[in-house]
């Protein structure tokens, strides 16, 4: 696409890769067909397409609107597109550069600005959050059935195995994810148990920073990407192997801590390092298949209870920061069925379901709409059980679903359980 930035972003660093971005465009529209917010309106500016060519006008000088700040807000950032894209177009990059530029030149009324900053304060505190949930939880019962599913039951967690194996990795705990779905790192913690890998926290340690970062605060999410490298990196001198990523979500925000931080001087070299270091747990665990293999075997053979444990039917949904914005594909799928689960067909699979971190709130009709055409698309199997690989999506789709939605690895250490 031939592109004439305006001066004030000629020879900029931000300028400079968003020409590079805007170039590789061949306006094809093959992304209208897996975007979810154009299949949902129909509108080609709520299209990667008609975005890129909004952003385009906005970087050649034009004064953006009120009107062309929606159509960016309406994005999932599910980064679908970018799957889809023959010509390797990075639209979620252009997209965190056209959004900054238009808030700032556009701004955002006091309604607008007070409810970014409540979701950034609250959901990115998990003494804030676990606070509030601990207060519904405590009322759940006495609330209409409407705002009885936005609040989960209480949970409990299970027993995190001691630190005992010379092979040792780093868990991000996640800011929402331990109060509403304390199960799942202490999960994951017994799987790599039972593998000889010790799970440990550090304390240090706190929200990834894509909660700010999506809502345009670049200086919060930065400096939240600046705290963890600095916790992290400690661990990994001592011989961490690997920091392991339960929530796909903040996963895809840490592995992106080099490109974020690479004109910083004193970071660029430790966020690269702390990138190259990240793991999503269905790539620690694939690559673990091998030592997994004779764990699930003599498990299979035990007790009718095991049996009718793996037999369950499943529904898979793949995250869109999994699939999409990690580029992890097949894993999860494949190490469901070497547990015993029959997984079910799902169509759509590559569509997001909606949640996409706070887009939920900020956007409920859309969210809405496409968790509808999700659960169908997850229910027409009739299966037992919904699972997901991210807290965000989780969440958002057992708000719909009167079937169960739980993260996949809890499966697997159930599978995995004595019996």
């Not at 409407?146 to 800011?175: D, N, S, Y």
């Not at 926290?201 to 990834?208: L, Q, V």
């Not at 898979?316 to 920061?321: I, L, V």
């Not at 739980?406 to 499966?411: G, I, K, Y």
Request: proline fraction near 5%; hydrophobic fraction near 40%.
């Amino acid at each position: 696409m031939q592109t004439t930035l305006a001066d004030s972003f000629r020879n900029t660093p931000e300028g400079e890769v968003a020409e590079r971005i805007l170039r590789n465009c061949v306006h094809c529209g093959f992304c209208l067909a897996t975007c979810p917010t154009y299949q949902i309106l129909g509108n080609e500016l709520d299209s990667p397409r008609g975005r890129i060519y909004l952003m385009k006008q906005v970087l050649e000088g034009a004064t953006p609107t009120a009107r062309t700040q929606l159509h960016l807000d309406r994005c999932l950032t599910c980064r679908n597109c970018e799957t889809t894209c023959p010509s390797g177009v990075e639209y979620g990059k252009l997209l965190d550069i056209g959004r900054h530029i238009v808030d700032d030149k556009v701004g955002r009324s006091m309604r607008e600005t007070a409810t970014r900053a409540a979701l950034k304060t609250s959901l990115g505190s998990p003494m804030l959050f676990n606070s509030a949930l601990k207060l519904g939880q405590s009322v759940r019962g006495l609330m209409p059935g409407f705002l009885k599913t936005r609040i989960p039951a209480a949970e409990t967690a299970g027993a995190w195995p001691v630190p005992r194996h010379a092979r040792r990795m780093l868990v991000l705990q996640g800011c929402v994810q331990p109060g509403l779905k304390p199960n799942i790192n202490t999960a994951t913690a017994r799987v790599l148990d039972r593998l000889g890998i010790s799970l440990v926290a550090a304390d240090e340690a706190g929200c990834c920073g894509a909660l700010a970062h999506h809502l345009n605060d670049t200086a919060d999410g930065l400096a939240a990407a600046r705290r963890n490298i600095d916790a992290w990196l400690l661990h990994l001198e001592a011989g961490v192997e690997a920091i392991v990523m339960t929530a796909s979500g903040c996963g895809v925000m840490v592995k992106d801590y080099g490109w974020l931080l690479r004109h910083d001087p004193r970071y660029a070299d430790k966020a690269a390092r702390v990138s190259a270091a990240t793991r999503d747990i269905s790539e620690i665990l694939a690559a673990e298949r091998d030592a997994l293999a004779p764990l699930l075997s003599s498990r299979s053979e035990g007790t009718a209870h095991r049996s009718q444990l793996t037999e369950k039917r499943i529904a898979y949904h793949p995250p869109c920061t999994l699939q999409h914005g990690q580029k992890l594909t097949g894993d999860v799928e494949a190490l469901l069925a070497q547990a015993g689960f029959e997984l079910t067909p799902v169509a759509e699979k590559h569509l997001c379901c909606g949640s996409a971190g706070t887009y939920s709130i900020l956007q409920p009709e859309i969210a809405g709409a496409l968790k509808a055409r999700k659960l169908g698309h997850l229910q027409a199997g009739a299966p037992d059980m919904i699972v997901t690989a991210n807290i965000g999506c989780l969440t958002h789709l057992q708000s719909g679903s009167p079937i169960p939605v739980r993260h996949w690895v809890e499966l697997l250490d159930e599978a995995l359980a004595p019996s």
